[in-house]
């Protein structure tokens, strides 16, 4: 078990497939446990590590997961078969802004497109339970946030930068919410609907 999962973040690894950290996965296996989540919608599936170490908290969990890249969703079948999570993972072949769904989940986990977080946030979370949690990863963007805009020389880098301090703010401002953005792996928030 130990040596498949080391396998999975191996091939991530090899081909710049940007997992959750360490630290930022140990926080979201926490919250699961400590909060009693069992039904998950996550954003972004790539090779199914964050969808398998999530299950990994408890053993009623399960989530519904959407990638639109189709060799990450290829390779995330087989993580998934490997694990013997078939049952409880449902992967979603298709561009997450394409997907309507019905079912209502305790936690929902934003970790796609950076700059489709807002759309995404306003697409799902209305798939939110009452007080129910919303997690955006990568709130810090490698650090980028943080740097002056002057020292960041792409320009679509720099675009990518202000969105996500755009959706820094969103969230903020959002009265219906109490985030909490914390400086765990690459930056993660935490919103509690009210
Ligand atoms: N959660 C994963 C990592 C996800 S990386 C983990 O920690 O293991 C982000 C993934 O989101 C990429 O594979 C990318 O193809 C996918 N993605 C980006 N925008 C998307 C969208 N609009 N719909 C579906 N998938 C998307
Ligand atoms: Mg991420």
Redesign the pocket.
């Known amino acids: 078990m130990e040596d498949d999962i080391n396998s999975i973040k191996e091939y ?1 690894y090899a081909n710049n ?4 950290q360490d630290e930022g ?1 140990n926080y979201l296996i926490n919250y699961i446990k400590e909060n009693n989540i069992k039904n998950i919608l ?10 398998i170490m999530m299950c990994m908290a408890d053993k009623d969990v399960s989530v519904v997961t ?4 189709e060799k ?1 969703y290829l390779e995330a079948i087989k993580n998934i078969k490997k694990f013997k999570l078939e049952e409880r993972i449902h992967l979603i072949y ?4 394409e997907v309507k769904l019905n079912n209502q989940y305790d936690l929902i ?1 934003i ?3 950076k700059a ?1 977080n807002k759309n ?1 946030f306003e697409r799902f979370e209305k798939n939110l339970r009452e007080s129910g949690t919303i997690i955006t ?1 990568n709130m810090n963007f490698h650090g980028l946030i943080f740097e002056d805009e002057k020292n960041i020389t792409s320009r679509n880098l720099r675009q990518l930068v202000r969105k996500i301090k755009d959706y820094r703010i969103f969230l903020e401002n959002n009265v219906y919410y109490e985030t909490e953005i914390l400086n765990i792996g690459d930056g993660i928030a935490i919103s509690i609907k009210k």
Do not use: K, V
Not at 66 to 69: A, K
């Open positions: 991530a497939i940007p997992i959750m996965i996550e954003i972004g599936t790539a090779i199914g590590y964050s969808a959407i990638e639109r890249d990450r298709n561009d997450a802004l986990f970790d796609a497109a489709q995404i990863d």
